[in-house]
């Protein structure tokens, strides 16, 4: 999967532009996903979610997704887990100090991140990892959080 997503970062605008029709058509199918019932949801959409970004992004399912803010480089695949990077240990190749057979996932996120129109989003610090998410499907958690906000805290 190393190759996939290095051709993935190297194609982060297209990317990009999938996921910006992709994530507010989830959001329009939150009539469907109520009446279902998100509890129930949850086990296929993750079995889905950990299925195409499993072999795109080398996904480790966070639960809290952070790619477009990351050039499409996952952060969770750093050996540190680093949600802001790099660390001080990337080789002057641009390698990891942990993996020296891999790019560092952050020169990656950089790489990424300069073709994308919403590039500048890799200066926003990220909050620490929260483990209590891990595994959960993170589509459906940005569908719970967007339909929040429109509602004004109903969902
Ligand atoms: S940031 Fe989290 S949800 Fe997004 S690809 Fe990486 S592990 Fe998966």
């Known amino acids: 999967m190393y190759k996939v997503r290095r051709w993935v970062v190297r194609h982060s605008r297209l990317f990009e532009s999938l996921y910006f029709h992709f994530e507010p058509l989830l959001v329009r199918l939150h009539p469907l996903w109520r009446r279902l019932g ?42 540190k887990t680093l949600r802001n990077g790099p660390c001080g240990g990337v080789r002057s190749n641009g390698h990891c100090e942990v993996k020296p057979e891999m790019r560092c996932v952050w020169v990656e996120a950089w790489t990424g991140s300069r073709n994308m129109r919403e590039g500048e989003r890799i200066h926003v610090v990220q909050q620490p990892v929260d483990y209590r998410l891990k595994g959960t499907s993170s589509w459906l958690s940005v569908v719970r959080q967007q339909v929040h906000e429109d509602n004004g805290g109903d969902q």
């Open 38 to 79: 998100y509890a129930r949801v949850e086990a296929p959409m993750r079995v889905v979610e950990k299925g195409v970004k499993g072999l795109l992004f080398d996904c480790q399912m966070c639960g809290k997704c952070v790619l477009s803010s990351t050039g499409m480089s996952c952060p969770m695949n750093c050996p």
